[in-house]
């Protein structure tokens, strides 16, 4: 039996696909909290500077916050690749369909059976 079949890579496809999405969902909550901290670090730089706290300390108070907004960029960009990926996999799955699915139905139909390796070699020699 060989290692890739039509349905074996069909499911191995789907499955990757249906993976890599829920990864992305994933990834989209942790920007959400990403940007929460953004936020909660924005108010707490003008906590500081409400108390009268050095320039300096409040400045980097607003630095962090631009670097965590940075951070929620990038990972955004992470989970919209992770997207795209599912996409392409969702596309192999339909080109697989569309390349070998009528191979795959006519091999289902066939009288020599699931087993081509059972067929008799002497029945493909020429005569």
């Known amino acids: 039996m060989p290692d890739l079949t039509f349905n074996g890579l069909q499911i191995a496809v789907s499955e990757l696909a249906i993976q890599v999405a829920r990864s992305a969902d994933a990834i989209r909550s942790e920007v959400k909290a990403i940007e929460d901290e953004a936020d909660a670090t924005v108010r707490d730089a003008e906590?500081?500077?409400?108390?009268?706290?050095d320039k300096a300390s409040v400045s980097e108070a607003h630095e962090l916050a631009q670097i965590i907004r940075g951070l929620s960029d990038a990972t955004l960009d992470h989970a919209l690749t992770a997207v795209t990926t599912a996409r392409q996999a969702d596309a192999v799955f339909n080109q697989n369909q569309i390349s070998h699915g009528g191979i795959n139905?006519?091999?289902n139909r066939s009288s020599v059976g699931r087993e081509i390796y059972d067929v008799d070699r002497r029945w493909?020699?020429?005569?």
Do not use: F, M
């Open 124 to 127: 493909c020699t020429p005569e």
């Open 47 to 53: 906590c500081l500077a409400s108390y009268r706290v």
């Open 105 to 107: 139905e006519a091999v």
